[in-house]
């Protein structure tokens, strides 16, 4: 292999300050090289502290998790380094380097991150403190020279983007900068210098994307403007590649390009009012898309914290609101809640535990900065998930282990609401939250997409936003292969077609075969901790049709189906549960109660039929392997509980309640009032409750309406009423209640009253809910 005459960094920084000499006095030349010396240690601290992330702060103690992770790292090393051979074939076997054939090519970008990862271990382990092989002279000679190779021979200025851009551009930029900043005093500067151009070749400016002249060749030809997390990582790439050349000049022009990812959008990638994160134009992405961003955020803006380029834009300051409003809610004892995790939920390292554990990592960057009372709120809420999963585990932050190590040390979780229910309207998702339960849902609609499948992930996500129901208790659920495993025609809650699907079809977005435009009746209403949801839901071969609602309360949630119409000769079916379980007698149904328990009795889950409706109950065990549904390898068997209902025509509803964690109960303490094509309406007894969803003109209750989602609950003659207007139309939202009634509360005066016709102004909050209180004249 070709070695290199390597310029010192000392000399290439004469050379760098040879030009026209203007003779100055001696006091501003000292005033000159006293600048320069500032800046030189503002760059050095910056690079010290990026390096923390992923080597730990040396001015803190090491944790045990720590030294374990430690361990971990070195041990990879040494089997990455005992199989590296710089070959024109690549560094390993298993991951090689070629473009003789137009596969090999579309290949070239995944391989080559992959080794540069592989590289970024290697560097890891040279310089983390107490691994076997910290400052191993023969591993740095491995890494000096594979990076050499791959500068020289594939990622160079000049090089074609095969494939997917996104390699080439922000996971390949990413990967070698932070080996470079770890290594930045190791190196001969010629490396450093050569990836600096690389970088700068392939990402010029921190706001845009696909602009080097490689981009042709890859999956985006076209310059774009990065968003949400691409903005992040753009950012990131620009910053450290500054980091590594001094540049000022694009540490600047990288913090300044971060003010655009907090403002709320109303269309598009980003963070909207009422906590939703999109990506992709129109998918629901809190916790991978989401995770990104915010984990990219806090680097940048901790890496520069009271120096020079510190962030000062008061809008950056709204991140920790953000944090609080968007992530926090979907968080469940450590774990993100699948339903905004896309296609990664199809990656063993996309699973649920694992994209929790990094959001609160990233939460953990905030902590020390955050004001009052976000500072508070923020510590206690990340200690309380802490707590919940038994600490961090595997954060690719090694800082974070010092930092949580300290936090659960000094906080507490005393006023950490256990109760509490969320509508995310802008992304079709609710999240209802019990001290040992949670629930969520997923939907769809002609505002946001159905599913993501690129790349080869998430192959069979064709239901996972047909109003799938996930139930989260003690029991680990979808982490035990759930997603290999299940059947993808069978996710709880849905009502599916029993069609063949082909692997990525009918992906219902933006960015593939548009938005499900018959379906703009998506949404619900929400009435302090207690919530409804609903939609009017056709399937994406248009041949299937349902109402479909779930109301939720303390200790159940109430579903009801109607009008469910099927075109089509496949035979359709909802799905009341789906669920792993640990032994062949783990169900039972008995008088209309299908009952799932666990070994030793812990977490049992009943399902209580409101109709005479008849469900079909197997116990099923599947084999599967993880490349069915994405990129990874490896085989999973798991057992399940299938609890489905078929439909005819004369059979088109349903009634159930799901009753989480509770021993046998006599009686479910709801009403259900309507259940028909029109209305969908609930009565909870114990609450004083009325609940409805209104899909057309009719009555239920004490409520007329149309196009609307309804929550009413009565005291001492005042009624709290939360109302909205899933289909978002642009009038005022009209209802009639019976009786007469007053204003007793309306903060932002939106409500007015006619006789018993209530108007309520609800055009401009896409979709959530407004809550007032009318007071019952006698």
């Not at 070195?74 to 380094?81: D, P, S, T």
């Not at 002279?137 to 594979?146: H, Q």
């Not at 002249?213 to 950012?235: C, H, I, K, V, W």
């Not at 989602?709 to 005022?732: A, G, H």
């Given at each position: 292999?070709?070695?290199?005459?390597?310029?010192?960094?000392?000399?290439?920084?004469?050379?760098?300050?040879?030009?026209?000499?203007?003779?100055?006095?001696?006091?501003?030349?000292?005033?000159?090289?006293?600048?320069?010396?500032?800046?030189?240690?503002?760059?050095?601290?910056?690079?010290?502290?990026?390096?923390?992330?992923?080597?730990?702060?040396?001015?803190?103690?090491?944790?045990?998790?720590?030294?374990?992770?430690?361990?971990?790292?070195?041990?990879?090393?040494?089997?990455?380094?005992?199989?590296?051979?710089?070959?024109?074939?690549?560094?390993?076997?298993?991951?090689?380097?070629?473009?003789?054939?137009?596969?090999?090519?579309?290949?070239?970008?995944?391989?080559?991150?992959?080794?540069?990862?592989?590289?970024?271990?290697?560097?890891?382990?040279?310089?983390?403190?107490?691994?076997?092989?910290?400052?191993?002279?023969?591993?740095?000679?491995?890494?000096?020279?594979?990076?050499?190779?791959?500068?020289?021979?594939?990622?160079?200025?000049?090089?074609?983007?095969?494939?997917?851009?996104?390699?080439?551009?922000?996971?390949?930029?990413?990967?070698?900068?932070?080996?470079?900043?770890?290594?930045?005093?190791?190196?001969?500067?010629?490396?450093?210098?050569?990836?600096?151009?690389?970088?700068?070749?392939?990402?010029?400016?921190?706001?845009?994307?696909?602009?080097?002249?490689?981009?042709?060749?890859?999956?985006?030809?076209?310059?774009?403007?990065?968003?949400?997390?691409?903005?992040?990582?753009?950012?990131?790439?620009?910053?450290?590649?500054?980091?590594?050349?001094?540049?000022?000049?694009?540490?600047?022009?990288?913090?300044?390009?971060?003010?655009?990812?907090?403002?709320?959008?109303?269309?598009?990638?980003?963070?909207?009012?009422?906590?939703?994160?999109?990506?992709?134009?129109?998918?629901?992405?809190?916790?991978?898309?989401?995770?990104?961003?915010?984990?990219?955020?806090?680097?940048?803006?901790?890496?520069?914290?009271?120096?020079?380029?510190?962030?000062?834009?008061?809008?950056?300051?709204?991140?920790?609101?953000?944090?609080?409003?968007?992530?926090?809610?979907?968080?469940?004892?450590?774990?993100?809640?699948?339903?905004?995790?896309?296609?990664?939920?199809?990656?063993?390292?996309?699973?649920?535990?694992?994209?929790?554990?990094?959001?609160?990592?990233?939460?953990?960057?905030?902590?020390?900065?955050?004001?009052?009372?976000?500072?508070?709120?923020?510590?206690?809420?990340?200690?309380?998930?802490?707590?919940?999963?038994?600490?961090?585990?595997?954060?690719?932050?090694?800082?974070?282990?010092?930092?949580?190590?300290?936090?659960?040390?000094?906080?507490?979780?005393?006023?950490?609401?256990?109760?509490?229910?969320?509508?995310?309207?802008?992304?079709?998702?609710?999240?209802?939250?019990?001290?040992?339960?949670?629930?969520?849902?997923?939907?769809?609609?002609?505002?946001?997409?159905?599913?993501?499948?690129?790349?080869?992930?998430?192959?069979?996500?064709?239901?996972?936003?047909?109003?799938?129901?996930?139930?989260?208790?003690?029991?680990?659920?979808?982490?035990?292969?759930?997603?290999?495993?299940?059947?993808?025609?069978?996710?709880?809650?849905?009502?599916?077609?029993?069609?063949?699907?082909?692997?990525?079809?009918?992906?219902?977005?933006?960015?593939?075969?548009?938005?499900?435009?018959?379906?703009?009746?998506?949404?619900?209403?929400?009435?302090?901790?207690?919530?409804?949801?609903?939609?009017?839901?056709?399937?994406?071969?248009?041949?299937?049709?349902?109402?479909?609602?779930?109301?939720?309360?303390?200790?159940?949630?109430?579903?009801?189906?109607?009008?469910?119409?099927?075109?089509?000769?496949?035979?359709?079916?909802?799905?009341?549960?789906?669920?792993?379980?640990?032994?062949?007698?783990?169900?039972?149904?008995?008088?209309?109660?299908?009952?799932?328990?666990?070994?030793?009795?812990?977490?049992?889950?009943?399902?209580?039929?409101?109709?005479?409706?008849?469900?079909?109950?197997?116990?099923?065990?599947?084999?599967?392997?993880?490349?069915?549904?994405?990129?990874?390898?490896?085989?999973?068997?798991?057992?399940?509980?299938?609890?489905?209902?078929?439909?005819?025509?004369?059979?088109?509803?349903?009634?159930?309640?799901?009753?989480?964690?509770?021993?046998?109960?006599?009686?479910?303490?709801?009403?259900?009032?309507?259940?028909?094509?029109?209305?969908?309406?609930?009565?909870?007894?114990?609450?004083?409750?009325?609940?409805?969803?209104?899909?057309?003109?009719?009555?239920?209750?004490?409520?007329?309406?149309?196009?609307?989602?309804?929550?009413?609950?009565?005291?001492?003659?005042?009624?709290?009423?939360?109302?909205?207007?899933?289909?978002?139309?642009?009038?005022?939202?009209?209802?009639?209640?019976?009786?007469?009634?007053?204003?007793?509360?309306?903060?932002?005066?939106?409500?007015?009253?006619?006789?018993?016709?209530?108007?309520?102004?609800?055009?401009?909050?896409?979709?959530?809910?407004?809550?007032?209180?009318?007071?019952?004249i006698k």
């Amino acid at each position: 292999m070709k070695l290199f005459n390597f310029t010192p960094l000392a000399a290439s920084l004469v050379l760098g300050c040879l030009g026209v000499i203007t003779p100055v006095s001696a006091t501003t030349y000292e005033a000159t090289q006293a600048n320069a010396v500032s800046e030189q240690n503002q760059m050095q601290l910056i690079r010290q502290r990026w390096a923390s992330y992923f080597l730990g702060d040396e001015n803190r103690p090491t944790t045990q998790n720590m030294k374990n992770q430690i361990a971990d790292v070195n041990a990879e090393a040494k089997a990455l380094l005992a199989n590296l051979t710089i070959a024109e074939s690549g560094l390993w076997s298993d991951s090689p380097l070629s473009t003789k054939t137009m596969e090999d090519q579309q290949k070239l970008g995944v391989n080559l991150y992959a080794t540069y990862n592989r590289i970024f271990t290697l560097a890891r382990a040279y310089k983390l403190k107490g691994g076997e092989l910290e400052g191993n002279p023969t591993l740095l000679n491995a890494i000096t020279e594979s990076l050499a190779f791959l500068n020289e021979t594939y990622y160079q200025v000049g090089s074609p983007e095969y494939g997917n851009w996104w390699h080439w551009e922000l996971g390949i930029a990413r990967s070698v900068q932070n080996t470079l900043v770890i290594l930045y005093d190791d190196l001969p500067y010629e490396i450093i210098s050569n990836y600096i151009d690389a970088t700068r070749y392939f990402v010029p400016n921190p706001t845009h994307l696909s602009e080097g002249y490689g981009a042709p060749y890859s999956s985006a030809p076209l310059a774009f403007e990065s968003t949400g997390g691409n903005r992040t990582d753009n950012a990131q790439v620009v910053l450290v590649r500054g980091l590594l050349e001094n540049n000022a000049n694009e540490i600047v022009r990288a913090i300044e390009s971060l003010s655009s990812v907090i403002p709320y959008v109303e269309t598009g990638d980003g963070f909207y009012k009422d906590g939703s994160f999109i990506q992709h134009k129109d998918l629901p992405y809190s916790g991978t898309y989401g995770q990104v961003m915010v984990e990219g955020l806090g680097m940048l803006l901790g890496a520069v914290a009271n120096t020079k380029y510190q962030a000062n834009d008061p809008n950056l300051q709204k991140i920790y609101p953000l944090i609080l409003d968007t992530f926090a809610p979907l968080l469940i004892n450590g774990r993100m809640a699948d339903m905004v995790n896309g296609r990664a939920i199809s990656r063993k390292s996309g699973q649920n535990d694992r994209v929790g554990e990094s959001i609160i990592s990233a939460m953990l960057l905030y902590i020390d900065g955050a004001p009052e009372p976000y500072k508070h709120q923020l510590s206690a809420f990340v200690q309380s998930q802490l707590a919940a999963k038994g600490g961090l585990e595997a954060t690719r932050i090694m800082s974070n282990y010092q930092i949580a190590e300290s936090l659960m040390m000094t906080r507490n979780v005393k006023d950490v609401p256990t109760v509490s229910h969320k509508q995310f309207a802008e992304m079709d998702r609710v999240i209802h939250h019990r001290p040992d339960w949670s629930f969520g849902i997923a939907m769809h609609s002609d505002r946001v997409g159905n599913y993501e499948s690129i790349n080869g992930e998430n192959l069979k996500g064709w239901h996972t936003a047909d109003g799938m129901t996930y139930l989260y208790n003690r029991q680990n659920h979808y982490n035990s292969g759930y997603w290999v495993a299940v059947n993808p025609y069978k996710h709880a809650g849905t009502t599916v077609l029993l069609a063949d699907l082909d692997d990525a079809t009918g992906q219902l977005s933006a960015q593939r075969d548009g938005r499900n435009g018959a379906m703009s009746w998506t949404g619900g209403a929400s009435l302090g901790h207690y919530g409804v949801a609903g939609m009017d839901f056709v399937n994406a071969s248009r041949a299937l049709s349902a109402k479909k609602s779930w109301f939720m309360f303390d200790d159940e949630v109430v579903a009801l189906g109607s009008a469910i119409d099927n075109s089509s000769d496949y035979t359709a079916i909802t799905t009341i549960e789906n669920r792993i379980v640990d032994s062949n007698n783990a169900a039972k149904i008995e008088n209309g109660v299908l009952s799932i328990t666990y070994q030793a009795d812990t977490n049992p889950i009943q399902y209580v039929m409101l109709d005479a409706q008849p469900i079909d109950v197997q116990q099923k065990c599947r084999s599967a392997d993880w490349s069915d549904i994405g990129t990874d390898k490896g085989s999973v068997e798991a057992c399940f509980v299938e609890a489905t209902i078929t439909h005819t025509s004369e059979n088109d509803s349903y009634a159930y309640a799901i009753i989480p964690n509770q021993q046998p109960v006599s009686s479910v303490p709801v009403k259900v009032v309507a259940n028909t094509e029109s209305v969908h309406a609930v009565e909870h007894i114990d609450l004083g409750i009325f609940a409805a969803n209104f899909f057309d003109s009719a009555k239920a209750g004490a409520i007329e309406a149309s196009n609307i989602s309804i929550m009413t609950q009565e005291k001492n003659d005042l009624v709290t009423i939360s109302v909205s207007n899933p289909t978002r139309s642009w009038f005022d939202s009209d209802f009639t209640i019976d009786g007469q009634f007053e204003i007793a509360q309306d903060e932002q005066n939106r409500v007015s009253i006619d006789d018993n016709q209530v108007s309520v102004e609800l055009s401009d909050l896409n979709g959530s809910s407004y809550t007032f209180q009318l007071k019952r004249i006698k």
